[in-house]
T-cell receptor, first 114, second 115 residues
Framework: DSGVTQTPKHLITATGQRVTLRCSPR?????VYWYQQSLDQGLQFLIQ???????AKGNILERFSAQQFPDLHSELNLSSLELGDSALYFC?????????????FGEGSRLTVL | GNSVTQMEGPVTLSEEAFLTINCTYT??????LFWYVQYPGEGLQLLLK?????DKGSNKGFEATYRKETTSFHLEKGSVQVSDSAVYFC??????????????FGQGTILTVHP
């Protein structure tokens, strides 16, 4: 158990809809990262928050947004969903930034868009 | 930009066989290198790491040596077990600047070990 909690574990929705994925980092970790894992793109970095502020952006679509709240949990919002958004979305956390490269991953939220 | 290339899988071995999963990278500067493992139904977890040239990372019988001259970080294990069946990801990060959070992962290699 990594200590990172993600909900929901599975989500099935239709194209055009909006969903919110939630992540609670390990106790004490200030950084939260979101990754998308799909068969064709592999594991892609989406965005990082550190202590409530956006720290780095990766290949995140404009239809996606995220935030980190004062209690350090984070939410990833996906809107105007398309079939290609079907993927496993991972949240990870670390104490500070990733200069050490060690991230602690949750079990992921599997999104299926029909 | 940074990139990581792993040998294509899936890899299927018998228990006690020798394992090698190749990983090569392209990066600016001096990256730190990692192997992550993803067991079925779980998130990724760090297996081992090396932060400078010629360093050897090791954990749970797995080893990988940071080879700057060949830009490689191949994962090896002398005798695999059924419980090693998982997906293995090679990754790198270049410290400093805008690299925060930007662990760059390879495509992953599926390993299946049969009894």
């Amino acid at each position: 158990d990594s200590g990172v909690t993600q909900t929901p574990k599975h989500l099935i929705t239709a194209t055009g809809q909006r969903v919110t994925l939630r992540c609670s980092p390990r106790s004490g970790d200030l950084s939260v990262y979101w990754y998308q894992q799909s068969l064709d793109q592999g594991l892609q970095f989406l965005i990082q928050y550190y202590n409530g502020e956006e720290r780095a952006k990766g290949n995140i679509l404009e239809r996606f947004s995220a935030q980190q709240f004062p209690d350090l949990h984070s939410e990833l919002n996906l809107s105007s969903l398309e079939l290609g958004d079907s993927a496993l979305y991972f949240c990870a956390s670390s104490a500070r930034d990733t200069l050490t490269g060690e991230l602690f991953f949750g079990e992921g939220s599997r999104l299926t868009v029909l | 930009g940074n990139s990581v290339t792993q040998m294509e899988g899936p890899v299927t071995l018998s228990e006690e066989a020798f394992l090698t999963i190749n990983c090569t990278y392209t990066a600016t500067g001096y990256p730190s290198l990692f192997w992550y493992v993803q067991y079925p139904g779980e998130g990724l977890q760090l297996l081992l790491k090396a932060t400078k040239a010629d360093d050897k990372g090791s954990n749970k019988g797995f080893e990988a040596t940071y080879r700057k001259e060949t830009t490689s970080f191949h994962l090896e294990k002398g005798s695999v077990q059924v419980s090693d069946s998982a997906v293995y990801f090679c990754a790198l990060i270049t410290p400093g600047g805008t690299s925060y959070g930007k662990l760059t992962f390879g495509q992953g290699t599926i390993l299946t070990v049969h009894p």
